[in-house]
């Protein structure tokens, strides 16, 4: 047996994955240990949830990988810094400090924080992200693309992956960013950069594209290849603690907005006008990787691969047959890829073909169950396309089986019900179709920022009010921004204009023209935000302004609880989609353990907490007191 560790850290989403004789065994993100949100520290618990789930001691490691080469980012960073001197010199002194004491010593910090003495291993930062789009996919042969904003200086790559084997081809180098690009954009309009540039993708269709040709004329040249040119007079971020400065205060008009403010058109505006031009260059990249390999297939990782609708745009133009997405797109993947490229790079393993990953996997999901226990978990007998990779649904985090969540509920003396294993998927169905909010925790937690119905909050997405109530009693996040939904995926296509997987949200689709709802003009006369309240289908809780969806797709033999309650919502409503959004609230990472369900239950206005099979209603519940440590540590992001 061979065991690598993978890590990533120091930038944000930090997080730890096992592979055990090139098998994806567990994968977390440290922050749903820490519960701080996107925490970027070194992810010695996600490490030690690693080891504990493949029954390991850090002693029997074979290798531990690093996601990038802090030297070569070091390097970067000071020459940087070298060449915008002095301008540069209020973030120099904030930064060399943790790199001198701590960021270069990875070695030595793994070897205190986990007892490991062995040799580490350097990937390069889009090395780990192509390893982690390529490997785990359900191709034999793909090219793989990865944005992001920078690694230790490319921005891109383009790879191509054929069996075992990926090689890079290209890369864009900092300070000219795709990603770096939208994080202003992001910062100029009030959100937080590395966890609010989903916020502005959902404000985009609230706005006109009225600034795409400034944005492409003063900030940003885009060549027929996608490779990108930033005009960096309009850019703080190379040499300032800001991303955007006086620059970008002349050409949109005024101040980047404050945070928590108001909104204004002029925010929506440029959401819309930069996601525009996000999407022409990710359709050009993806354009230039087909004619540069032509290849079939695509895989795609990096942060900018978790921008969905653009994902959508080109999973529509079918530039390639097909594309596949990391559902850790973002720095956690770092550490799948890191361990993989280890095991087929650095060893020199085979690639096992799809047909015997499939095999692997089908095995392993049979042993899913409620209780956790082997049992028949079934595969689908829909007639529907095989579909199998690496990533086994994403589930790679911890659970909690139902006689150890009983014993913690009796010890706490919270009300609770039992339900057979069997009828609960038409308990929560029921609920649902009363108008209920059900927070749900079942099965192994999800690895990467979506919540895929281990960790979810479901509603009835039939309900017009649904979305705003889910915001704001549930959620505590701003109004405008869509909720998702899940479809059984035998029956997607008869409900969004997608015929085919999306099984981890990272795919915007229509929802079906039959379905729709078209607006009156007095209701199209609306402005910006007041357009929410207006119903656009039949389903107008994940039915955004624009028609758009961020759809995930279940099936049977990747999630079958999930999938049973989906059925029997359909089964009772007519209806085979809920709302699925994470359970989490606002600056909260997603819950992972029993106890961070219950929390996050009693601080909302959830109707019901689902765990495994024990249902607790909120009436009944004893009075909750919010902790001063946890009144300290939650901040709104």
């Keep these: 047996m061979a065991a690598i560790l993978g890590l990533s850290a120091y930038y944000h989403d930090s997080a730890a994955c096992l592979l055990v004789d090139g098998k994806i065994v567990a994968a977390a993100q440290e922050e749903r240990f820490t519960r701080k949100k996107h925490d970027a520290e070194f992810p010695a618990r996600a490490a030690r949830y690693c080891l504990e789930a493949g029954g390991l001691a850090a002693g029997q490691l074979d290798h531990v990988a690093f996601y990038d080469k802090p030297l070569l980012k070091f390097e970067r960073l000071f020459e940087t810094y070298l060449e915008y001197a002095p301008r540069g010199f209020p973030s120099f002194r904030k930064s060399m400090p943790l790199w001198i004491t701590d960021r270069l010593w990875m070695s030595?910090?793994?070897?205190?924080?986990?007892?490991?003495?062995?040799r580490v291993l350097f990937s390069e930062h889009h090395e780990s992200h192509a390893a982690s789009a390529f490997y785990p996919s359900p191709y034999e042969e793909a090219a793989v693309l990865t944005m992001d904003g920078v690694g230790e200086w490319a921005t891109s790559s383009l790879g191509m992956g054929s069996g075992s084997r990926l090689d890079m081809l290209s890369e864009l180098k900092f300070p000219h960013s795709i990603g770096l690009l939208y994080s202003a954009f992001t910062y100029f309009c009030g959100f937080?950069?590395?966890?609010?540039?989903?916020?502005?993708?959902?404000?985009?269709?609230?706005?006109?594209?009225?600034?795409?040709?400034?944005?492409?004329?003063?900030?940003?040249?885009?060549?027929?290849?996608?490779?990108?040119?930033l005009n960096m007079e309009f850019f703080d971020f190379?040499?300032?603690?800001?991303?955007?400065?006086?620059?970008?205060?002349?050409?949109f008009g005024g101040p980047a907005r404050a945070p928590e403010s108001r909104l204004t058109q002029r925010e929506m505006d440029l959401a819309r006008s930069i996601q525009d031009v996000t999407e022409e260059i990710v359709l050009k990249m993806a354009r230039h990787a087909k004619k540069t390999t032509?290849?079939?297939?695509?895989?795609?990782?990096?942060?900018?691969?978790?921008?969905?609708?653009?994902n959508g745009k080109l999973h529509e133009a079918r530039v390639f047959d097909d594309i596949w997405i990391q559902p850790a797109a973002g720095d956690a993947g770092g550490a799948v890829g890191a361990a993989l490229a280890v095991w087929h790079r650095h060893l020199g393993m085979p690639r096992e073909s799809a047909e015997k990953r499939g095999a692997w996997l089908r095995k392993e999901k049979e042993k899913i169950s409620l209780n956790g226990k082997e049992g028949d978990g079934g595969a689908s007998t829909d007639p529907l396309p095989p579909y199998e990779d690496g990533m086994s649904g994403a589930f790679l985090g911890p659970s909690y089986p139902s006689k150890q969540i009983q014993a913690w509920l009796e010890s706490k003396h919270y009300p609770y019900r039992t339900?057979?294993?069997?009828?609960?998927?038409?308990?929560?169905?029921?609920?649902?179709?009363?108008?209920?909010?059900?927070?749900?925790?079942?099965?192994?937690m999800e690895f990467g920022p979506r919540a895929l119905g281990g960790r979810s909050i479901l509603g009835d997405p039939r309900s017009p009010a649904m979305q705003s109530v889910m915001n704001l009693k549930i959620k505590f996040r701003e109004s405008f921004r869509p909720f998702a939904p899940s479809v059984l995926r035998e029956e997607a296509a008869a409900w969004f204009e997608l015929d085919g997987d999306s099984p981890y949200m990272l795919l915007c689709a229509d929802v079906a023209k039959n379905l729709r709802?078209?607006?009156?003009?007095?209701?199209?006369?609306?402005?910006?935000?007041?357009?929410?309240?207006?119903?656009?289908?039949?389903?107008?809780?994940?039915?955004?302004?624009?028609?758009?969806?961020?759809?995930?797709?279940?099936?049977?033999?990747?999630?079958?609880?999930?999938?049973?309650?989906?059925?029997?919502?359909?089964?009772?409503?007519?209806?085979?989609?809920?709302?699925n959004t994470s359970f989490n609230v606002r600056g909260e990472p997603i819950v992972c353990t029993p106890e961070d369900a219950y929390r996050c239950f009693m601080r909302t206005a959830m109707d019901a907490l689902v765990l495994e099979n024990h249902v607790l209603a909120r009436d009944g519940q004893p009075a909750f007191a919010e902790t001063e440590d946890w009144k300290k540590t939650f901040a709104l992001d």
């Excluded at 030595?108 to 062995?118: A, M, P, T, V």
């Excluded at 006369?525 to 028609?547: C, F, M, Q």
Aim: aromatic fraction near 6%; glycine fraction near 12%; charge should be neutral.
């Design 108 to 118: 030595e910090r793994i070897g205190k924080d986990l007892g490991y003495g062995g």
């Design 192 to 229: 937080k950069v590395n966890s609010g540039e989903y916020k502005l993708m959902g404000l985009a269709p609230y706005g006109e594209p009225k600034y795409a040709g400034l944005i492409r004329d003063e900030l940003v040249h885009v060549c027929e290849d996608g490779s990108i040119r």
């Design 238 to 251: 190379a040499d300032r603690l800001t991303m955007t400065g006086a620059g970008f205060e002349r050409l």
């Design 294 to 310: 032509g290849a079939k297939y695509l895989c795609l990782a990096g942060g900018v691969a978790l921008n969905c609708v653009a």
């Design 419 to 444: 339900i057979p294993p069997a009828e609960l998927p038409g308990e929560v169905a029921e609920l649902l179709a009363a108008g209920k909010v059900v927070g749900l925790l079942q099965g192994r």
């Design 517 to 579: 709802r078209e607006m009156t003009d007095p209701e199209r006369a609306l402005w910006g935000i007041e357009k929410l309240n207006v119903p656009r289908s039949s389903i107008p809780a994940v039915t955004h302004v624009d028609y758009s969806a961020r759809l995930q797709t279940v099936r049977k033999e990747t999630n079958p609880v999930y999938h049973a309650i989906l059925a029997a919502f359909r089964d009772l409503t007519g209806c085979p989609v809920v709302v």
